[in-house]
C-alpha cells in the first residue's frame, strides 16, 4: 500500500505540470466558465458508437486520461442517453444500428445536442457510399457540431465541445 | 523441426478415408500449402484435420465466375499454414459444414451463409449471423452480379432474432445491447441468470457491419490499404500489414529490408499501446482506478510519442503497399529507445504494486476462467490462447520478416483466468520493449518502400500476421487490371469471441465486464 501512495506521490499531477497543455489549460478553464453559468457546472455526454472502427473510442477515452482529464471542467460521460445533455456520435451509422441511434437520441431529454465525431460520422468516412452504411449522422439526425479527423486527437474534441457550449 | 511434417501423414490419413486430391501446390497461396478436393469431402476433411489435431482458421468463398465459387479453409498446425479449396456450383450452393468438428467455424461459416448464400448442410447452428434486416434473405451482398445499393432508408432493428431461451423457476433474462453503458463498441449479449450467477450468454453481432469486403473491391492497393486500417482501429497497423503483405505475395512486389524493420517496430508499438491501456481498463471494472490513471497515462505518453514520430496518435496509414511512409532518424530512434527504458521501469514498478493488492487479486484470480481444453477446442488465438497453455505465437512459430531473425520469447501460462491474461500481456509489453530495442539497433540502411506496381494478371496472395490480439489471415485477390477483386480480413476475434460465452458461464453478472476487457475482442474487426 505503501508503494501505490509512493507512485502517486511520485507521478504528481501530470494535469498541470506538461508545458504543451498550457494552450488546453486555458481552452479547458474556458469551458469550465460556459459550463458554469449555462449547465450548473456539469455537461454530460453520452458517446454512441454506431459503427465506427474504434479508432473514436480510444481518442474519447484519452480526453479522461490525467493529461486530459476532462471531467475537471465539468464535462462527463454518463452511462445512458436519459442522463445526457448531448449525444457524441461516432461513426459512419451502420443500417444496422441506424435505428438504435434514433432510439437513443428519443431517449435523451430536451434540450439536446448532437456532435458528429470523426469523418464516418461526418459523410461516412472510408465507407462512404457502402450499402451497409448510412453514411454519416446527418442522414438521420442534424448534428449541431461535427468533429472532423480519423479520428480526432482529444484536443480537437475538446475544442469542438467549447465551440457547441457557445453556440448553445 | 521441418516445415510441413504433419502434412504427409494427414494426406495419406485422407487418402485412406477415399478423399480425392486433385493437385497441391505450395506455390499457389505461399507461404501456406494449398490442396484441392472435391466439395463432397469438405467435411470429412475437417475430420481428418481435427484427428491429425491442427487448428482451424478460417473459411471464405471466391466467386470465380458466373456458376462457381471456390471455397477456401485454412487450418494450422506447428506454425505452417494448409489451405483446402474446392470449387462449388453457385446454383446450388450446399456443402458439408465443418463446424461439428470445429467450433470455430460456427461463425464464419454464417457468415460466407449470409454473404454468398452457400448451405452448410448439417450446420449446428444455420440462424442469420451478420445479416440483421438491412437486406433481404435472398441477397447475397458479396455475389458479383449483386450491386448493392446504397440506401438512406434507415433499416428496421432485428427484433426477432431467435435467441437461446431457458426457462425454469428463479431464471431471469437481461439484455445488453447494441447501446452499451461504456464507451465501447455495439453488440448485443443475452443473459440468462439465476440470482447472480450467469447461467447463459449468448452473443449477437453484426451491429457495425459496414460491407467491408464488398467496398475493397475495385480499389487499387493503396486504397485497400487504407480500408484495412479501419477494419478494426485499435488494430490498424496490424491490419494493414497484414493486407499489404498478401498484396504484395500476389503482386511480387519486395520491400526493403528498412521498411520491413519499421512495420515491425509500429506494431510492437502497438501492441505495448493496447496492451497498457487494457490493463488500466480490466483494473478500472474492478473498481481500482489508481491503476487506470496510471496505464492510461503511460498510454498517452506513448500515443504522443507516435503523434510527434510518426505524426499519427494510432500510427494509421504508415504502412503502405511496398513499404511504410514515415523514416526515422537517428536522434528519432534514441528518443525511442528512451521511451522504451522509462516505460519498462514503470511498468516494473506497477506490475509489483499490482500483484501485492490483495482486493485486486480478490477479483481477478479466477474470475473468467478458461480451461486449456476449451481454449484448444475452440480454437483461440493471442493473450487469450497463451494464458489457457496454448503455446502459439506466429512472430516465432511462423516466423515472418523480420521476426524470423530474432528471439522471441513468448510468456505462456495455464491457469487461464483474469489475472493471467492480465499477466500475459505485461510480460507482452516487456518482451515488445526488447524486441523494439533490438530493431532499432539493427535497423538496416536503404529505402523504406518500393514502387507499387499494379499486377497485370488475375492473382492472390494471403497474409498472416500476429496482431495485439493474435493471428489476423488477410486473403486477397486482384483482377487483370491490377484492382482487388476479393478481399477477405479474419480478425483474430472471430475465433476469441466465442470463448467469452463459454469462460463467463458460472461468474456472477458484476464481473462481466471485466471478463469481457479481458478477452477484448473487436466488434469492428468481426462485424466487417
Known amino acids: 500500500m505503501l508503494r501505490l501512495f509512493n507512485k502517486i506521490r511520485k507521478t504528481g499531477m501530470v494535469t498541470e505540470t506538461i508545458a504543451v497543455d498550457s494552450d488546453l489549460q486555458a481552452l479547458g478553464i474556458e469551458v469550465k466558465s460556459v459550463i458554469n453559468k449555462r449547465f450548473a457546472g456539469s455537461f454530460a455526454i453520452r458517446a454512441v458508437d454506431s459503427g465506427s472502427c474504434n479508432a473514436c473510442e480510444l481518442e474519447i477515452h484519452a480526453l479522461n486520461n490525467a493529461f486530459y482529464d476532462i471531467e475537471r471542467f465539468g464535462v462527463h460521460f454518463v452511462a445512458s442517453p436519459r442522463h445526457a445533455d448531448a449525444l457524441l456520435v461516432t461513426g459512419p451509422v451502420s443500417q444496422h444500428m441506424a435505428q438504435a441511434v434514433l432510439d437513443v437520441w428519443e431517449a435523451t431529454p430536451e434540450p439536446k445536442w448532437l456532435l458528429a465525431m470523426g469523418d464516418c460520422a461526418v459523410d461516412g468516412g472510408e465507407f462512404a457510399g457502402s450499402y451497409a452504411v448510412m453514411g454519416g449522422i446527418a442522414k438521420i439526425l442534424k448534428p449541431d457540431v461535427i468533429i472532423p479527423g480519423c479520428p480526432p486527437t482529444p484536443e480537437v474534441i475538446l475544442k469542438a465541445i467549447l465551440g457547441l457550449l457557445h453556440n448553445t | 523441426m521441418s516445415r510441413f511434417d504433419w502434412l504427409s501423414e494427414l494426406i495419406a490419413r485422407c487418402e485412406e478415408e477415399h478423399i480425392l486430391f486433385h493437385g497441391g501446390s505450395a506455390r499457389e497461396l505461399a507461404p501456406a500449402h494449398v490442396l484441392h478436393i472435391d466439395i463432397e469431402d469438405w467435411g470429412k476433411f475437417a475430420v481428418m484435420a481435427a484427428e491429425q489435431q491442427t487448428r482451424w482458421c478460417a473459411v471464405w468463398a471466391v466467386q470465380q465466375d458466373e456458376e462457381t465459387l471456390l471455397m477456401n479453409a485454412c487450418f494450422e498446425k506447428q506454425g505452417d499454414y494448409l489451405v483446402i479449396r474446392a470449387p462449388l456450383d453457385i446454383h446450388s450452393p450446399v456443402l458439408p459444414s465443418q463446424a461439428p468438428v470445429f467450433p470455430a467455424a460456427n461463425r464464419p461459416e454464417r457468415h460466407s451463409q449470409d454473404m454468398f448464400g452457400v448451405m452448410f448442410g448439417n450446420h449446428p447452428d444455420s440462424r442469420r449471423w451478420i445479416r440483421h434486416q438491412a437486406w433481404d434473405e435472398e441477397i447475397f451482398p458479396l455475389r458479383k452480379d449483386i450491386r448493392m445499393a446504397h440506401s438512406d432508408q434507415v433499416a428496421p432493428a432485428d427484433t426477432y432474432y431467435p435467441f437461446f431461451q431457458a426457462q425454469g423457476s428463479g431464471v431471469y433474462e437481461i439484455p445488453v445491447g447494441p447501446v452499451h453503458a461504456g464507451i465501447i463498441e455495439p453488440g448485443h449479449f443475452r443473459f440468462q441468470a439465476v440470482g447472480e450467477t450467469i447461467l447463459n450468454l449468448e452473443e449477437r453481432l453484426g451491429y457495425v457491419h459496414k460491407g467491408i469486403e464488398k467496398i475493397a473491391e475495385g480499389r487499387d492497393a493503396e486504397g485497400l490499404a487504407k480500408l484495412a486500417g479501419r477494419i478494426s482501429g485499435d488494430t490498424t497497423v496490424a491490419h494493414t500489414w497484414c493486407a499489404c503483405m498478401a498484396m504484395e505475395r500476389a503482386a511480387n512486389v519486395a520491400v526493403p529490408r528498412r521498411g520491413i524493420y519499421l512495420r515491425a517496430l509500429l506494431a510492437e508499438r502497438e501492441r505495448v499501446a493496447n496492451h497498457l491501456g487494457d490493463i488500466g481498463a480490466i483494473c478500472n471494472d474492478v473498481g481500482f482506478a489508481f491503476a487506470n490513471s496510471q496505464f492510461s497515462r503511460l498510454r498517452e505518453i506513448w500515443q504522443r ?224
Open chain 2, 305 to 528: 510519442t507516435q503523434s510527434v514520430i510518426f505524426k499519427h496518435r494510432l500510427l494509421m496509414d504508415t504502412i503502405v503497399p511496398g513499404g511504410v511512409k514515415v523514416d526515422l532518424s537517428s536522434q528519432q530512434c534514441e528518443t525511442l529507445s528512451q521511451q522504451h527504458a522509462v516505460i519498462k521501469t514503470e511498468l516494473n514498478e506497477l506490475m509489483a504494486i499490482l500483484n501485492d493488492h490483495a482486493s485486486l487479486e480478490d477479483r481477478l484470480v479466477s474470475a473468467g476462467h478458461l480451461s486449456h481444453e476449451l481454449a484448444t477446442k475452440l480454437g483461440v488465438v493471442g493473450y487469450l490462447a497463451k494464458a489457457s497453455g496454448v503455446d502459439y505465437d506466429l512472430r516465432r512459430d511462423h516466423a515472418y520478416a523480420p521476426y524470423d531473425r530474432m528471439n522471441i520469447d513468448s510468456p505462456c501460462y495455464q491457469q487461464g483466468d483474469v489475472a493471467t491474461r492480465l499477466q500475459v500481456r505485461a510480460d507482452e509489453i516487456i518482451h515488445s520493449l526488447i524486441l523494439m530495442d533490438t530493431l532499432l539497433q539493427q535497423l538496416p540502411d536503404g529505402d523504406i518502400a518500393n514502387t507499387w506496381k499494379p499486377p497485370v494478371a488475375i492473382c492472390e496472395g494471403l497474409g498472416m500476421v500476429e496482431a495485439w490480439r493474435g493471428e489476423i489471415i488477410s486473403y486477397v485477390q486482384f483482377d487483370a487490371t491490377g484492382k482487388i477483386s476479393r478481399f477477405y480480413a479474419r480478425d483474430p476475434s472471430w475465433l476469441n469471441w466465442p470463448a467469452l460465452e463459454q469462460l463467463i458461464d458460472g461468474n456472477i453478472v458484476p464481473d462481466f465486464p471485466v471478463c469481457n476487457k479481458s478477452v477484448n475482442g473487436s466488434y469492428s474487426g468481426h462485424d466487417l
